[in-house]
């Protein structure tokens, strides 16, 4: 029989805390009356890290689908935090971009975020998470080193 599933392994452990902070910071959010869904704090907070980003991308990047990536796209604009515009490469493709008017939430969204990373390195020594730290994000370039090594063979 095989052996059963290592619910302590790094993989469950990583995508635990990050569905636990997802939660917190959603929770958050909602009860902080900020005028925007914890869908739509998800979707602007990509659009201001990255810069102008195409709706697939920011998809993508929020794990939203197409149309309720367009859905929260629509309120944000009419709110005034997002701007849409062509792609000068593909005409067919919307760019994303965070408008000035966003700045002020995003501080909010920010303190939240500050909020909930507390309660994951409460306990944990300052050295011990900056080590923490550095060591994600190797992992996270490798793995982003091999996906970009993956499409550039294809």
């Given at each position: 029989?095989?052996?059963?599933i290592?619910?302590?392994n790094?993989?469950?452990?990583i995508l635990?805390?990050?569905?636990?902070l997802?939660?917190?910071?959603?929770?958050?959010?909602?009860?902080?009356c900020?005028?925007?869904?914890?869908?739509?704090?998800?979707?602007?907070a990509?659009?201001?890290?990255?810069?102008?980003?195409?709706?697939?991308?920011?998809?993508?990047?929020?794990?939203?689908?197409?149309?309720?990536?367009?859905?929260?796209?629509?309120?944000?604009?009419?709110a005034g935090?997002?701007?849409?515009?062509?792609?000068?490469?593909?005409?067919?493709?919307?760019?994303?971009?965070?408008?000035?008017?966003?700045?002020p939430?995003?501080?909010?969204?920010?303190?939240?975020?500050e909020?909930?990373r507390?309660?994951?390195?409460?306990?944990?020594e300052?050295?011990?998470?900056?080590?923490?730290?550095?060591?994600?994000?190797?992992?996270?370039?490798?793995?982003?080193?091999?996906?970009?090594?993956?499409?550039?063979a294809?």
């Amino acid at each position: 029989m095989p052996e059963p599933i290592d619910n302590e392994n790094t993989s469950f452990l990583i995508l635990d805390i990050a569905r636990l902070l997802r939660a917190e910071f959603e929770r958050r959010v909602a009860s902080a009356c900020l005028g925007v869904t914890p869908s739509e704090a998800r979707t602007l907070a990509p659009v201001a890290r990255h810069g102008p980003l195409r709706q697939r991308d920011l998809a993508d990047l929020t794990g939203l689908g197409a149309m309720s990536i367009t859905t929260c796209l629509d309120r944000l604009e009419c709110a005034g935090f997002v701007c849409r515009e062509s792609d000068p490469s593909d005409r067919r493709a919307k760019l994303v971009s965070a408008s000035a008017e966003a700045t002020p939430l995003l501080m909010q969204l920010k303190r939240i975020g500050e909020e909930v990373r507390s309660i994951t390195r409460d306990g944990i020594e300052p050295h011990d998470w900056e080590a923490f730290h550095r060591m994600l994000k190797i992992a996270r370039d490798n793995h982003l080193r091999s996906h970009q090594t993956r499409h550039t063979a294809d």
